[in-house]
Structures are given as C-alpha cells and as structure tokens.
C-alpha cells in the first residue's frame, strides 16, 4: 500500500503539485495523463529516486522519505529500458542479486528461471544493444523482477513495441498481476491499455491529480472535460441548464436543446460527454423514435475505419456519430446527405462546469484530499 | 557506406549513387591543404635527418637524450594519474549537478587553456616557489619543487587539467541518468553505481582524456621551464641544444621525441579500439 499525501516536487520548471493518490496491495494502477504531465516523476518519487519538497509518501502506513532507493525493494522499469549496455542479459538480470550478495549458484537458478518465464533463454550473452525493443523490455522487467520487489513500477512500457509484441506483452502483464499477486503501477498516455488492464487509476494533468478512481468509472463519468477528452469522449458539448424536473435536465446548447438525465440544477453550466457509439443515426425523413433526443442535420463528413463509420452531422452543433459500415452504405449515409439524429437522455454524461478556474482548482485540491 | 557491404576505401567521393560527389571532392581538396602543413613538416625533417643516420643513432643513444625522454614520459604518466585520481571525482560532480557554480569550478578548470604558457608557469612558480604558499609547507616536509621533479609534475598538471576533466566530464554526461537510477532501485549505492555503471560505460572517455592530457603533459615546455629547467625534459633538452649546437643536433633530438611518441600513441590508439566496443552502435 502505497500512499501520497500532498506531494509537491518541483523539477526545473516543472512542479508536481500537492498529489494525493493511494495505490492499494491488488491493483493494478494506472497513471494516465498527457505527456509532461508528472507521471514519471510520480514513479521516481515512488523509488525514492526523488524526495518530496512538501507532503509525505507512505509505504504500508510508514514515511519512507529517508529511505535510499536502493533499501525500497521496488523495481523499476523506464520506458527506454535502460539495460546496462557493458553486461550481457545474463549479467543484467542478475545485477540486482549481486547488489544483495545472494550466492552464486543461487543467482545462476534464478537467473535461468526468470530467463525461461520470459522466453529470453537463447539471448544470455547478447549484448543489450544487438536485442529488439520486445526482448529489451523482456529483459529489463525480468531484471526489475529479479529482486523479488514488492511493487513494479513501469514507464510507458508498451508505447514503443509493435502490435503484435504489445498484445503478448498486456497478457504477460496481467498474468504477473492476476497469478504472482504483483502490485504494479503503469504509467501510461494510452487509454487502451489502462481501459484492458487496469484496476484503479490516477489522471494527472499539469502535475496535478485531476482524478482517482476505478477504471471503469473514469472512463464512464470523468468528473472534468479534459479528463473526458483524454480518455476519448468524440463528442463534448457546452451548455446551460435551462429547466430541471426530477433528475431529467433540458440543456440549452445555443441553437438545440437536449434532455439529459443529471443531478444538475437550473442554471449550472455544463458539459455534456457523448460517445461515438451512443448516437442512433435515422435517415431525415424517418419517423418514430423513442429517444428522447432527436434532431434534423445535415451529414458534413464521413470517414470509414474498419467496420466502423463516424459521421459528422450538423443538427446546430456538430455531433460525431458511429454506425457500421454496412448501414451507412445501406442507408447510403455521404457528406450532405439530410439525416435524424437520435439519442437517449441516459447516453449523456454531464460534468458540471466550475464557476471559476481557481474556483475548481480549490475543488480538486480538496478532493484529492 | 551503405550497399557497398561496409568495406573501407581510402577515398570515398561517389556517394550512394556512384556519381561524384563534387562537394565532397571540393571539401577534401580545401582541407587537405591543412593536412600538407603537418605532412610536409613531417617529410621535410625526417629526409634531413635521413642524411646523416650515423648521427641520428648517436644522438638518440645519448644518456642526456634517452634520460630526458624517459623523464617527460614519467612526469607526464605521474600528472596523469594525479588526473585520474582527483579529477574522476570532480569530472562526476560536474556532469550531475546544476548549479551556478559549476560554471565557476568550469572557467576555473579551463583557465589553462587560454593564458599564455608562460602565464601559466609563472602561476605555478609563484605558488610552489621555495617561499610560496604551498612550497613553503610541502619544503618542510622535505619537498621540492623549484628544479625538481615535483615542479615539472606540477606544471603538466596544471596545463593538462582542462583536458583530462572535459573529456570526462562528457562521457560521464553521456551515460543516462535512467541507468544510475535503475541500478540504485535494484540495490546498489551511488558510489556502487558509479562504479559498476557509470565508470565502465564511460571507459573510453576516460581513456582519451588520459592520452590527450598526457599529450598536452609531454608537450608542455613554457611552464615548466619557469618551474624547472632542470632536470631537462625534451622540451628544454631541444630548446638546449637549438641555442648551443644548432639546428642539426637539435632537430635530430626533436626527431628522436616524434618517433618515440609516434609509436606510443599509434599503440595507445589502436588499444582504444578495443575498448568500451558495446557503445559503437549508440
């Protein structure tokens, strides 16, 4: 169990600002954010590579801020690997149980172990240099892994292989979590990955944690609009709430309004989330939805990816929606093309907009609390 | 080199496409010009001394010749390793911090290499002078350095430091911190990481730090001479024999010292090569 209370870090020009998280003993957590976020430093502080210039770090209910890294027992792995380029893999895996003086013969069994877990076998004397990025990474989690560590912190470690090598790689990642019980923190700007592997995750933007919750719920009600980019919203709106009866909302959108199911009251402005996926598609003249939202539109693009079309319709505001690539065929869906769109009330997410950016600022402090 | 299956040839002007490369060509033909300064020097000097060979023998198996040449090769090996020692340390605290005061402890460093060796050698006079703030307490102790030894160590030093600690200094800066940190969460102490990560990765900038500064030791003559002139190192030896036996007699000395360094440096060099290899592809 690992706790942040409050850390701040500055680096340069860089400032990680009063963090609050707590990564739990079976989670696999995540730490997503956009790049220069924070989320590596987070990782460094973890390791004790960094010491908080304000707030404390837990480990199990103790501060370790006094504690060397090389005392943690916390494995490490950066995104560019950072094999030691003057040892073969053999060396590199076993480095960590020389630092801890374990014998010989038993470095030489557990080094051949976790070569074989990791399918390195056949690269014990290459140089690390002469190894494809996938046997790079291999090598530098079986090396992080070598020192039985309690917790395993990565860096971006699937942003640099290929598909192929990346699939393989989530299931070897969730193994080590699911059967050897490994807490691991994944630092990431994917949401792919922390959508199929993750338990419980951090967004951090600007140094700052905006979110921490369980995966599945920041990805299906982000308590702030970059939150809900980030993670992949296509269709974010603003507006202003202009009636309310019994958790079902109107919005004014400027030129539409729609009706959302929100806990939101008259006059709150607001963002409302979208996905792609939740929005019906009608031809202009259908009659006939039970939606409650629907709106007469103009097609102003489509773009076709695999099975799937997302079309861009002009109902006032341009909305972004998905349909498969036979029905927009069939129903002969082009740019220009008038259509209906609808949607359910209950498809909308909506974020309450702060008053002010302090204002919010102040919030999200206290929530992180 | 690329689709040629990486073969070496002396002169490389086609490029890719086997057409002529004309700015290469132009390029090699302006710089070359650069190069016939030292080559011709070179040819003119050794077709002098190729003269009189029995002469030339006879010079280079004088003791003072012989003896003078063994004495700059050692006093610049004792600087080196001085280098080695205290300069290692303080090259590792520059390439990891960053403070204004690095660029204090960098201009101090780089001193020598823009005064005037005679500057530079009055510098070190005045500090290791028998009445000078360090020579006095070390003359205690029963070290000399005015005509000693120690004095022509001291000024080699001093005009070798800024080579020896820039170029280590870069290749400690080459090693990436992610790998210190690495080491450090798989249980090593800084001091262990830097020697089990930090000095092997930079082996080879060390190494040419120690040639280049040893080269810059060897050469020095206006510093050490304010220092001590005696005993002669080859500088002084040739500078001797220029104002009391001429050209003949010092040009077959000065002959001597560049086939002895000739053949100390095409072996250090070729011994580089097989040093530090895994960085190559870097």
Redo the contacts between chains.
């Keep these: 169990m690992i706790e942040f209370e409050r850390v701040s870090i500055a680096l340069g020009d860089f400032q990680l600002d009063e963090v609050s998280l707590s990564i739990r003993d079976d989670d696999y957590y995540f730490i997503m954010g956009p790049s220069g976020a924070g989320k590596t430093i987070i990782l460094e502080a973890i390791s004790g590579l960094l010491v908080p210039d304000s707030g404390r770090i837990l480990l199990d209910g103790h501060d370790v801020s006094g504690i060397q890294p090389e005392k943690r027992k916390i494995g490490l792995v950066y995104q560019d690997y950072s094999l030691f380029p003057h040892m073969t893999v053999e060396k590199n895996i076993a480095f960590g149980m020389r630092m801890r003086r374990l014998p010989e013969a038993e470095i030489g069994k557990q080094v051949r172990q976790l070569m074989k877990q990791f399918g390195i076998t056949p690269l014990a004397q290459r140089a690390p240099l002469t190894l494809s990025g996938g046997e790079q990474q291999r090598v530098a989690i079986a090396r992080a892994l070598a020192i039985e560590p309690e917790l395993l912190l990565l860096d971006e470690p699937l942003a640099a292989l290929d598909p192929i090598t990346r699939d393989q790689f989530i299931e070897e990642l969730r193994l080590l979590h699911r059967d050897d019980g490994l807490t691991i923190v994944h630092v990431t700007h994917d949401r792919r990955d922390a959508a199929s592997l993750g338990t419980r995750m951090a967004m951090i933007i600007d140094g700052r944690l905006i979110q921490e919750d369980r995966v599945e719920t920041i990805f299906s009600s982000p308590c702030r609009e970059q939150v809900a980019r980030f993670i992949g919203y296509e269709n974010i709106l603003k507006g202003k709430v202009v009636s309310c009866d019994d958790g079902l909302c109107i919005v004014d959108l400027g030129k539409n309004r729609v009706s959302v199911v929100a806990d939101a009251h008259y006059g709150d402005n607001v963002v409302l989330c979208m996905r792609a996926d939740d929005i019906t598609v009608l031809l202009s003249d259908g009659r006939g939805t039970s939606a409650r939202n629907t709106f007469k539109g103009t097609i102003v693009k489509k773009t076709v990816c695999g099975s799937l079309a997302t079309i861009t319709v002009d109902i006032g505001v341009e909305v972004t929606a998905a349909v498969t690539r036979k029905s927009a065929e069939e129903l002969g869906l082009e740019s220009g093309v008038p259509v209906c769109l609808s949607f359910k009330a209950s498809a909308i997410h909506v974020i309450k907009e702060p008053v002010s950016d302090e204002h919010s600022a102040k919030n999200h402090r206290f929530k992180a609390l | 080199m690329a689709g040629t299956g990486g073969k070496r040839r002396w002169i490389h002007v086609t490029g890719n496409t086997g057409q002529l490369d004309w700015c290469l060509i132009s390029f090699a033909i302006i710089g070359g010009m650069l190069v016939l300064l030292p080559l011709l020097a070179l040819i003119n000097i050794t077709l002098g001394q190729l003269e009189d060979i029995p002469f030339l023998i006879e010079i280079a198996t004088q003791t003072q010749v012989v003896d003078s040449i063994l004495l700059t090769f050692g006093a610049g090996l004792v600087a080196v390793i001085i280098l080695v020692i205290f300069g290692t340390p303080l090259s590792y605290v520059l390439a990891r911090t960053e403070s204004r005061l690095n660029q204090v402890v960098e201009s101090l460093i780089d001193l020598p290499l823009v005064l005037p060796h005679t500057v530079a050698g009055l510098m070190v006079y005045i500090l290791f002078m028998q009445r000078g703030l360090i020579g006095v307490p070390l003359k205690n102790m029963g070290i000399v350095f005015e005509d000693a030894f120690p004095g022509i160590v001291v000024a080699m030093l001093f005009v070798a430091m800024p080579f020896y600690v820039n170029s280590v200094r870069e290749g400690f800066q080459k090693v990436?911190v992610?790998?210190e940190?690495?080491?450090?969460?798989?249980?090593?102490?800084r001091f262990?990481a830097f020697c089990?990560?930090v000095l092997?990765?930079s082996i080879r900038h060390i190494f040419n730090g120690c040639i280049l500064a040893w080269g810059r030791a060897i050469s020095e003559f206006a510093a050490i001479i304010m220092i001590a002139y005696y005993p002669m190192v080859i500088s002084t030896l040739i500078y001797y024999r220029f104002t009391t036996g001429g050209i003949k007699e010092s040009s077959a000395v000065a002959f001597v010292m560049i086939a002895a360094c000739l053949i100390v440096f095409l072996a250090l060099r070729s011994f580089t090569r097989y040093l530090?290899r895994?960085?190559d592809?870097?």
Aim: no cysteine; aromatic share 4%.
């Design positions: 990436p992610h790998l940190n690495v080491a450090r969460t798989l249980g090593a102490t262990r089990l990560i092997p990765s530090g895994y960085d592809r870097v």
